[in-house]
């Protein structure tokens, strides 16, 4: 079973920042793999925000997280980054981490991923 554990997420105020960590929920590598971060608010489906295929050679953004969030592998210690920057009160939601396919449109934009969702962090951004 292919299970992420998101960390990292809490109250913030606009403007604050937050860094979420990502790692796996049993033994396996997260090397192989692309990994993507998504957001969920309540009675939506999940969006897709940051993705970075194997070795990092590429990314994928949201454009309402472009310049603000930056997402980092560390492959050494088998966990991905996300870095946000100016948090704004939409970007409020959980925040859940997955596995997918190193085509990050399909990733990120069509939300293909392997294995399930876990329990996800949750952000709150508010004054």
């Known amino acids: 079973q292919l299970q992420l554990v998101e960390s990292g997420g809490g109250l913030v105020q606009p403007g604050g920042s937050l860094t979420l960590s990502c790692a796996p929920n049993g033994i396996f590598t997260l090397e192989h793999y692309a990994v993507g971060w998504f957001r969920q608010v309540p009675g939506s489906e999940h969006e897709g925000v940051s993705c970075?295929?194997?070795?990092?050679?590429?990314?994928y953004y949201a454009s309402s997280v472009k310049g603000r969030f930056t997402i980092t592998r560390h492959d050494a210690e088998n966990k991905v980054t996300l870095q946000m920057h100016g948090l704004k009160p939409e970007d409020t939601g959980v925040y859940h981490c997955a596995l997918g396919p190193d085509t990050l449109q399909a990733m990120c934009g069509e939300k293909k991923i392997f294995g399930s969702w876990g329990q996800g962090t949750q952000v709150t951004v508010s004054s």
């Open positions: 970075v295929s194997t070795f990092g050679r590429t990314t």
